[in-house]
């Protein structure tokens, strides 16, 4: 099942990333989609990456989709190659921190805020653009910024989730040309199971799914 809903799910998404999601799924399940073909890997919470990553294939690619605690940053930017998730500056700026002392460079999506609850993360759009606009990202040494990252709301309004992933794309275009390395910034990571139809019809390029893949 498995394997008919990846193949399913990579047809349907075109040239898009699949992200999957690997939270509460055990090892083995985990391992059929490794052998259905699956090379990317994400978790929201830095503990079960940290425990699920030495127990499968090391040529997975890890992400990080989760809210990140500032403390936890120092155990983490090592395990994976791509944290979806920088909301905020004084996130970044811890990044930076530990990355210059370990010498190495870290991948990031800058998360903005789109959807309507407020318990969601990330940077409120015009803040966002305003950093942009003032070279602020430039500041950082040790992160590569590889574009942006949004969650809708948690609607069966798909006028209002269409709205808010046409909003991230927005941003997105808006705060490309002010970025330190516009070239790398290329990616739109947006859209879940429930809606990742509405995402990639607003220029979605990756995608970050789960249940579907697994059902």
Known sequence: MIQQNLNRIKSE????????????RSIEELTTLYNSGQRIMAENRVQELLRKKPELPSDIEWHLIGHLQTNKVKSIIEE??????????K?????????????IRVSVLLQVHVAQEESKFGFPVNELIQLAESGHFSRYQHIDFNGIMSMASLTSNENQVTTEFDLTQTVFKKIKPHMPAPDQ??????????????????GATMVRIGSKLFA
């Open 13 to 24: 998404i075109g040239a898009a990333k699949l992200i999957a999601v690997s939270k509460y």
């Open 80 to 89: 994976v190659s791509l944290i979806h998730s920088a909301d905020r500056i």
């Open 185 to 202: 910034f290329i990616e739109v990571s947006m859209g879940m199971s429930s809606d990742y139809f509405l995402a990639l019809e607003s």
């Open 91 to 103: 996130l970044l700026d811890e990044i930076e921190k530990q990355a210059q002392k370990r010498s």
